[in-house]
């Protein structure tokens, strides 16, 4: 069952947007972690302009 959830995305041109994700079921060796709240540091500042998107704060 695929697993959904809110993240941070930086669009790679200086912006981001709030979306909704879709996270791959995990493999035998993965767990899973409910996250109730997490913060962004200066490398996810930095990941906005890196040219691609990517998921702040992972």
């Not at 697993?3 to 041109?13: E, L, M, P, R, V």
């Not at 947007?17 to 995990?26: E, G, K, L, S």
């Not at 035998?28 to 704060?57: Q, Y």
């Amino acid at each position: 069952m695929p697993i959904t959830s809110k993240a941070a995305i930086a669009k790679g041109d200086g912006t981001f947007v709030i979306d909704t994700v879709t996270v791959a079921d995990p493999k035998p060796d993965e767990v899973i972690v409910k996250i109730k709240a997490a913060g962004l540091c200066h490398t996810d500042h930095d990941s906005l302009n890196w040219g691609k998107p990517i998921v702040m704060g992972a």
